[in-house]
């Protein structure tokens, strides 16, 4: 991961959080191409379509509430989840299988030799202002991402050479080196375009691109959109939206089922059958590692026989089973991304090899602690628990609040074991980078992918990242618990809701309500 987002946002609950939510780093929003003259894909999903009513408001059920509406300088995917596609827009998007659209460009080239990108904008785009978007402001929102370090996205662009204008309507960029992820990087909040100049206050409002517009924020209630008639591409479905936050499961499913909600998200599995006859719920893939972290760098850790027998030690289909929703993930690169690999050989269930690998290590007596944040509950550490107690390694449970993680964990690297819920796609240059919180150092990992990163062949740069992967796995840098999917839960004549990857990323152009 070339970034970190933290996907909790600060707020005062309504009720206990027990939401498994997580480290960052943006997810995906669906889309179907319509034409190239009238902007991105709006998105596809559940529902069977009937007479669409134009003025019809939708109520969302979300989890996390944002902190504060700037997308520039706050991260979290909570941000990007209502934000991202729907207010703010980039020159590219993708869609829920992270497939890469054009969006503010009609059309882009790469050269040959994989460094210059040119994209020629599309016709009519205004700001919410009403300002005309010109290649200007491209050009500035870009530079600024590249050259402010408080600007999120900002080390996505420092392979940038330059960003010029060629004319009002086309933006050419440059890079030093060929990058296969660049292009995705502009996906994410890199990429995202604003007005040159603009002075509005983006920590309460907004002056975006995109198909809604701000009309109301709620702090620790809601936030209200609605459809921009003035939008340059297709127009939103619906005239208004309400992203309601209940932060608490239980709360959330009493409020689908007294009618208050059209859409509930990340409804807890335990709880769905609740909700049957009068939702339907979907089951939605992501992006998002259930990963148990290994201090690398800190004995006994930074043993690879101690590492491989806690992961032989855990029983990941128990795991699943017990969290009701996921599937199984041996390694760091999720089925979404590039390079993905069963590697499922690597960890198997094997409790007696995982003891005597401990006693071959001369960690028969082994004493760990888990520090995990609090919002995930303990089934997750109830089971590590258990698992680890069969082969003789005690676990201490730590939990604290997210602030506390960050500033522990994460920032001061102090912790045996910790267990996040990494949702950024592409994030596997985590492993690549000694310096991240995993303190995991391989040269070869790093050479693997520095070179998939310049190969311009897509499939090679999967190869290659396959080859890394594997390599990872194999070293028991850490522990992939499972790889989470999302259930949502939608009312019947609620139509195009997407399903997949909306952890963070929630295109909401293309839904529509029957009369």
Known sequence: ??????????????????????????????????SACTGSPAPSGSGTAGAVDANAALTVGLVLEPSSLDIRHTSGAALEQVLVDNIYEGLVSRTQDNKIIDRLAKSHEISSDGLTYTFVLNDGITFHSGAKLTSADVVASLQTAKDDKTVQGHADLAGVASITAKDDKTVVITLSQPSQNFL???????????????????????NGTGPFTLTQWKKGDSLSFARNDEYWGTKAGVKSIVFDYIPDFTAGVN????????????VDANLAPQLDGK??????????????????????????RVREALRLAIDHKAIIEARGVGTTLYGPIPQLDPGYKDLS???????????????????????????????????????????????????KVDSVEFPA???????????????????????????????YYFGYNNPE???????????????????????????????????????????????????????????????????TVSK
Do not use: C
């Open 405 to 435: 993680w960050l500033d522990t964990v994460f920032t001061k690297h102090d912790y045996d074991l910790s267990f996040v819920l990494h949702v950024e796609p592409r994030d596997f240059g985590n492993f690549a980078n000694p310096d």
């Open 445 to 511: 990992v790093q050479k693997l992918y520095a070179q998939s990163q310049t190969e311009l062949d897509a499939k090679k740069s999967a190869d290659l990242l396959s080859q890394a992967a594997e390599i990872v796995a194999k070293d028991a840098a850490a522990d992939w618990l499972y790889e989470d999917q999302t259930l949502t839960a939608v009312r019947p004549g609620v139509n195009g809701f997407p399903k997949d990857s909306i952890n963070s990323r929630l295109d909401l152009r293309g839904v």
């Open 255 to 266: 409020a689908a089922q007294s009618g208050t909600l059209d859409v509930l998200t990340a």
């Open 345 to 395: 050989s690597t960890a198997p269930y094997d409790p007696e090899k995982a003891k005597a690998l401990l006693k071959e290590a001369g960690q028969e007596n082994l004493s760990l602690t888990l520090t995990i944040p609090s919002f995930y509950g303990t089934t997750v550490p109830q089971l590590l628990t258990s698992d680890f107690k069969k082969v003789g390694v005690t676990l």
């Open 279 to 304: 939702f339907a719920v979907t089951k939605g893939k992501t992006t998002d590692k259930g990963t148990l972290a290994f201090n690398n760098a800190k004995a006994p850790l930074n043993d690879q």
């Open 184 to 206: 995705f990087s502009l996906t994410g909040t890199a990429g995202l375009v604003f007005q040159k100049g603009d002075t509005t206050d983006l920590q309460a409002a907004e």
């Open 1 to 34: 991961m070339h970034r970190t987002r933290a996907a909790l946002a600060s707020r005062r609950p309504r009720a206990p959080r027990r939401a498994a939510i997580a480290l960052v780093t943006g997810l995906t929003a669906a889309a179907l191409m319509l």
